[in-house]
């Protein structure tokens, strides 16, 4: 199932890579061939070049904060803190206040501003604040690991491991609890009002499922079922409203 998960994680990156390579090089082809049939053309420009970006930046920009979000960091940060090296890593500190013991007294120095050579690596620190939802599976299991290993809780990213391999299983049961719905006939319920209440579940389904998380978090219930829970109460509700559907 690990396997499972990590090829799924490697699909969806393949994807929002070929997204952004693709609406990238169109959007700049795009624009910047409008900026020169400014120049050229007696309409002053390509009316196209102005309708195709605003369809395609979405695309741009929600592939692109996949990638971020599975690299678990900001693009213009990181890259600049990669190449800076072990001697640009260094921790800057300002207004230090520094005590010295000594054998028979104790001095106080005040320091406007000092560097602090340590072995703590602040990309260290940053890969803490990452939120487990964020991790890939593998890196989720591996840190649920070492935890158990020092005899610290992982159970939140226990969650969150279970979760990845219950999502996919969730959007075919939103699709089972859709159906009860496609069969309304148009006048008792209207396009709009199905759309409304496709977002309604969807947004309740998303509180339940960091409800649920969060309850698992305080009463320490098994991982598997706190990330089961949302997706099977869902499915109840989609057999029972299938089976009023024929009832009627």
């Known amino acids: 199932m690990l396997a499972a998960a990590n090829g799924i994680d490697r699909l969806i990156t393949r994807i929002c890579r070929f997204v952004v390579l693709v609406t990238g090089i169109t959007l700049t082809a795009l624009l910047t061939g409008n900026v020169v049939a400014r120049y050229v053309l007696a309409t ?16 741009f920009i929600v592939a692109g904060i996949t990638l971020a979000a599975q690299a678990g960091g900001h693009m213009s940060v990181d890259w600049l803190l990669d190449r800076l090296g072990p001697s640009g890593r260094r921790w800057l500190l300002q207004e230090v206040i520094q005590t010295q013991f000594e054998e028979m007294r104790t001095t106080v120095h005040e320091i406007a501003e000092m560097e602090w050579h340590s072995v703590l690596d602040p990309g260290l620190i940053t890969v803490l604040l990452v939120k487990p939802e964020q991790m890939s599976a593998w890196n989720l299991y591996s840190y649920s690991q070492h935890l ?5 809780k992982a159970l939140r990213y226990e969650i969150a491991l279970w979760a990845k391999f219950v999502n996919p299983f969730a959007v075919v049961v939103m699709m089972v609890l859709a159906l009860p719905f496609a069969h309304l006939q148009s006048r008792q319920a209207g396009i709009g009002a199905k759309i409304f209440t496709g977002i309604m579940l969807g947004l309740v389904f998303y509180l339940m499922n960091r409800l649920f998380s969060h309850l698992g978090l305080l009463s320490s ?7 089961v829970m949302p997706t099977a109460i869902f499915l109840s509700v989609a057999i029972a409203l299938m089976w009023w559907q024929e009832r009627r």
């Not at 158990?148 to 610290?152: I, L, P, S, T």
Request: charged fraction near 30%.
């Open 44 to 59: 002053g420009g390509l009316d196209a070049a102005e309708e195709i970006p605003e369809r395609l930046f979405p695309w």
């Open 221 to 227: 219930w098994p991982p598997l079922a706190t990330a």
């Open 148 to 152: 158990k290993e020092n005899r610290q």
